[in-house]
């Protein structure tokens, strides 16, 4: 069964500093990864996606995630935090045999602090 | 495209009463998913359809929940009679899963309260 375990539940940075959130999949065979955001009161938006095409994933607003297979994490990076950053990211593997449901981490939310 | 549309945006109803929340998915698209979101147990997938047909409905909670989807372009979740622990926010996906990698396409979700 392919699933995500989001290491942090809450990750408090300041304006300006790195941001990592991490991520780690469990997949019987390589995986269709995601990490999305959710704003305070909105829906959920896609930051970027792992198409297998190159480990490196660049995605919206400065957003990347590496997929290191060796260590079966999908990591979100960005070098510089923005004040409206502040939000709910979710990692999110693809359910190829439940018709590309996807199946959510239980979040980790990010705070900014000026 | 609008995007996935869901109505209403917010619904207060008391216990008892009939619930149904409505979904436009992205045109084309021929995937969709509701999903359930709580503090407690985070985004939950309820069931999804694909070519308007039910696949999947393991993570309806209970008889009182059911969905429907009678053409490519409309669902309902309907909830009978709804409870105070349905309250939630309640989320519809559509997705083209004829891609190589079929990320899906949110609403802005309809936040039920059952007092």
């Known amino acids: 069964a392919q699933s995500v375990t989001q290491l942090d539940s809450h990750v408090s940075v300041s304006e300006g500093t790195p941001v990592l959130l991490r991520c780690n999949y469990s997949s019987s065979y390589s995986p269709s990864l995601f990490w999305y955001v959710q704003h305070p009161n909105k829906g959920l938006q896609l930051l970027l996606k792992y198409t297998s095409a190159a480990t490196l994933v660049k995605g919206i607003n400065g957003f990347e995630a590496e997929f290191k297979k060796s260590e079966t994490s999908f990591h979100l990076t960005k070098p510089s935090a923005h004040m409206s950053d502040a939000a709910e990211y979710f990692c999110v593997v693809s359910l190829s045999d439940s018709g590309y449901a996807l199946n959510f981490g239980k979040g980790t939310s990010l705070l900014v602090t000026p | 495209d609008a995007g996935v549309i869901q109505s209403p945006r917010h619904e207060v109803t008391e216990m008892g009463q009939e619930v149904t929340l409505r979904c436009k998915p992205i045109?084309?698209?021929?995937?969709l998913f509701w999903y359930r979101q709580t503090m407690m147990r985070g985004l939950e997938l309820l069931i999804y359809f694909n070519n308007n047909v039910p696949i999947d409905d393991s993570g309806m909670p209970e008889d009182r929940f059911s969905a429907k989807m009678p053409n490519a372009s409309f669902s309902t979740l309907k909830i009978q009679p709804s409870e105070p622990r349905d309250s939630a926010v309640y989320f519809c996906a559509s997705s083209d899963p004829s891609g190589w990698i079929t990320e899906a396409f949110f609403g802005q979700g309809t936040r039920l309260t059952v007092v």
């Open positions: 045109s084309g698209h021929n995937s």
